[in-house]
């Protein structure tokens, strides 16, 4: 089984490309985030057409949302409020074989890392230990992915030094996602198959003229499992290459493929 997990910063902007992957790749199941749009506005049709005929969506207008997209059945849906205050950044499902698949979007936390001079750092934090409070309790197998706004490691940033003090790469934020991994034990599968140092980066910014050539890259999207569903992962794949697509978004997908 392929999981793929991509935030695209607007679905219905980028179908094409979401499309042309689809085609390509083949996944199972898409996890989509910052999909940008009402569950009534979200471009269903295209992705039955495609044959991704069970979708979960949490939308939300214009900012956040997250979706999940698949060709085998799901169920028991849900949708926790880990910003509470009920932004749609978070998604669950619950696969045939008893294994929960949870997407989620941390929200990225401003350009301050100090919660006192800017609140959507807390908000960033907060949500972290909300996540982490939750990792706890786990009762059966779980994959957790998607955007997590947070590079954990000196190889998953261009340049560690000149990060230090930039949000997604500070000390605290690290040190939250490290408590998170510690809580449910989770198995980051980006660095399992593809220990570093090295490359692994996921997300280029808009900002650069020609994000291959600069390439300060970062690694923000992970895919995490428990150990009982992390030992049936046989390979991850990012692809790099979607980023020089056309329309792209500033991340790219990444995949791990499981022998369920």
Request: hydrophobic residues 45%; aromatic residues 10%.
């Amino acid at each position: 089984m392929k999981i793929v997990s991509w935030n695209i910063n607007s679905v219905r902007f980028r179908l094409a490309i979401v499309e042309r992957f689809l085609r390509e790749v083949q996944p199972d199941i898409l996890c989509l985030q910052e999909t940008k749009v009402i569950d009534g506005d979200f471009p269903a049709d295209a992705f039955r057409a495609a044959g991704y005929r069970h979708i979960v969506l949490h939308g939300q207008r214009m900012h956040h949302g997250v979706a999940i997209v698949s060709r085998v059945a799901v169920t028991e849906d849900d949708r926790l409020d880990w910003q509470a205050n009920r932004e749609a950044r978070h998604v669950g499902i619950r696969l045939a074989n008893g294994v929960r698949l949870e997407n989620v979007y941390v929200p990225a936390g401003g350009d301050v890392p100090d919660r006192e001079v800017n609140p959507k750092f807390g908000q960033k934090l907060d949500f972290v230990e909300r996540m982490t409070a939750w990792s706890q309790d786990l009762a059966c197998p779980t994959v957790l992915v998607g955007d997590f706004n947070i590079a954990p490691l000196p190889e998953d940033v261009w340049s560690h030094k000149q990060l230090l003090d930039v949000v997604s790469h500070t000390p605290i934020e690290v040190a939250a996602l490290g408590r998170l991994q510690a809580a449910g034990h989770w198995v980051d599968l980006g660095r399992h198959f593809h220990p570093a140092p090295a490359r692994l980066h996921t997300w280029w910014s808009y900002r650069a003229k020609d994000w291959a050539a600069s390439d300060r890259g970062r690694r923000l999207d992970h895919m995490w499992a428990t150990p009982d569903a992390a030992a049936q992962a046989v390979r991850h794949h990012v692809f790099e290459e979607c980023r020089s697509w056309l329309k792209p978004s500033d991340h790219v997908p990444i995949m791990t493929e499981f022998a369920w």
